[in-house]
């Protein structure tokens, strides 16, 4: 009876991935007869080490591949911000166009906790940018800075016209979010 009690309790531990109950729970009837078979808990441990281990080898894999991958701009990124702001900001602007996701939100990051009080007119010219991940990037450094109490007034103009005019529609909806963490109620009104 313990078996299949520890079992189900084994199973829904491995919760919120419903998918998982079932294999888990199979799993823990086969682990609690081993305890009952061998005595020991060393066998049970072992075992769940290594499927632990093959289970989650591609993911630990994949995301070594990122880190790899990503490293050398991050610590780009970490350096620049021990730099001042007319040195920094507009390298870290032009991170903010990187295809690697992790790296461009790293740079957005480090804008936001170091750079804060200089970034607007930094800001500014990013909206003016041709690329759509720049402009997309400052958008959401915008909208972060306004949540934070850090006032980018200055830049609803540059976020109105993007909002009304940006060729993709995803950099507008982004306009649009950011024009209503600015308190913009004029434009949001006209949209």
């Known amino acids: 009876i313990a078996v299949p009690i520890q079992a189900l309790l084994f199973a829904f531990a491995h919760l919120p991935g419903w998918w998982l109950v079932f294999p888990a729970f199979l799993f823990g009837v086969i682990l609690g007869s081993w305890r009952v078979r061998f ?3 060393l066998p049970l441990v072992l075992a769940h080490v290594i499927l632990n281990g093959v289970a989650l080898a591609p993911h630990f894999a994949t995301q070594y591949a990122v ?3 990503s490293y050398p701009s991050w610590r780009e990124i970490d350096l620049l911000a ?3 702001a007319d040195e920094a900001m507009p390298a870290l602007i032009g991170f903010f166009a990187d295809h690697d996701e992790l790296v461009s ?3 957005v ?3 936001l906790a170091r750079y ?3 970034a607007e007119p930094y800001l500014a010219e990013a909206l003016r940018s041709s690329d759509d991940r720049t402009v997309d990037r400052a958008l959401s450094a915008i909208e972060e800075l306004e949540y934070s109490h850090h006032s980018c007034a200055r830049l609803k103009p540059q976020v109105r016209r993007i909002a009304w005019s940006h060729r993709k529609v995803i950099i507008q909806v982004s306009a649009v979010l950011t024009l209503r963490a600015l308190g913009d109620e004029a434009a ?3 949209i």
Do not use: F, N, W
């Open 188 to 190: 949001l009104h006209e």
């Open 109 to 111: 990051e480090i804008v």
């Open 82 to 84: 021990t730099k001042p």
């Open 105 to 107: 939100a790293h740079a």
């Open 67 to 69: 880190g790899v991958r």
């Open 116 to 118: 804060r009080d200089e």
């Open 39 to 41: 005595r020991s808990l």
